[in-house]
């Protein structure tokens, strides 16, 4: 095409594909084409803008590393994390949420009942649950891999404080697809507003809260993974998360447990809790393959 114009670009373009491209890369690439073309056509965009936000996505990998990945950032303060796992989510299981920027490979593994928090001083939570298929069969020997920030609100990849595995652990449920571990209540955070996201955030006047949340990864052979979160019910930020991460049935109350009634066996802490402490019940629904 030799006269390209502002009404055929996005025509010429699909027309320059190979005719042996991918026909999924071609969908995928022609629905780019039209939402990027409308995009700057909707909105009139200038020559500065289309600049600033060139520079902007260059900042996003300049600030990239192993421990932050602000493309991840990005895409969650931007709803697409979040519509990806929402519009591949079968309603049959437990909900999928953001897995975010702060997932630790390799965590250590833990026996069921362990406790996660080691010297870090708060209000005990007890956590457990059952692993399930959508049928209500329990799942033995699923892999539970969990994480949550410390009380600073940070976690360990953000944090000199914290080596890399703090607040991380990876649990076998047992043949009767249960697990148990024992923690302290992670805290609401805000994600780095400190790099490219942040102006994002400042420009459109939000705030970059999180609610408190457990992360989960569960995992079984035969089963799709599911990366989630977990909610207490009363946190401030539940109805505004800048992440868009905050399902319904992923909100969970966090029973209050009276004074001297810790479970006096199966449980690291069995023995040396004697206050009042808190119990979260969680099980994940998993879609078989
Ligand atoms: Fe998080």
């Given at each position: 095409m030799r006269s390209v114009t502002a009404e055929n670009i996005t025509e010429t373009f699909l027309g320059y594909f190979g005719k042996d491209t991918d026909p999924r890369v071609k969908e995928i690439m022609a629905s780019l084409a039209h939402h990027l073309h409308g995009f700057v056509k909707d909105t009139k965009l200038t020559h500065d803008e289309w600049r600033e936000s060139l520079e902007l996505l260059k900042w996003v990998g300049e600030i990239t590393t192993p421990e932050r990945n602000e493309f991840v950032l990005l895409s969650d303060v931007l709803g697409v994390s979040s519509l990806v796992d929402m519009i591949n989510s079968n309603p049959a299981a437990t909900s999928s949420s953001v897995l975010g920027p702060f997932h630790v490979s390799d965590a250590p593994e833990m026996a069921l009942g362990a406790d996660f928090k080691r010297h870090y001083d708060g209000e005990v939570i007890l956590v457990e649950g059952y692993i399930k298929d959508t049928e209500g069969n329990f799942i033995?020997?699923?892999?539970?891999?969990?994480?949550?920030?410390?009380?600073?609100g940070l976690y360990s990849s953000q944090d000199e404080e914290q080596d890399i595995n703090s607040f991380h652990g990876v649990f076998t449920a047992d043949e009767n697809g249960y697990y148990c571990f024992t923690t302290i209540r992670p805290v609401s955070y805000t994600v780095p507003s400190d790099g490219p996201v942040g102006k994002i955030l400042d420009a459109t006047g939000r705030h970059p809260w999180r609610p408190s949340h457990l992360h989960y990864i569960?995992?079984?052979e035969g089963y799709r993974s599911l990366v989630t979160e977990v909610f207490p019910n009363d946190d401030p930020y539940l109805d505004q998360d800048t992440v868009f991460g905050v399902r319904e049935d992923l909100v969970i109350g966090y029973k209050p447990q009276a004074a001297g009634t810790f479970p006096k066996e199966g449980f690291e802490l069995s023995g040396k809790v004697d206050d009042a402490f808190s119990k979260i019940d969680?099980?994940?629904?998993l879609i078989k393959k």
């Open positions: 033995p020997g699923a892999t539970v891999d969990i994480w949550q920030t410390a009380p600073n569960v995992s079984a969680f099980d994940a629904i």
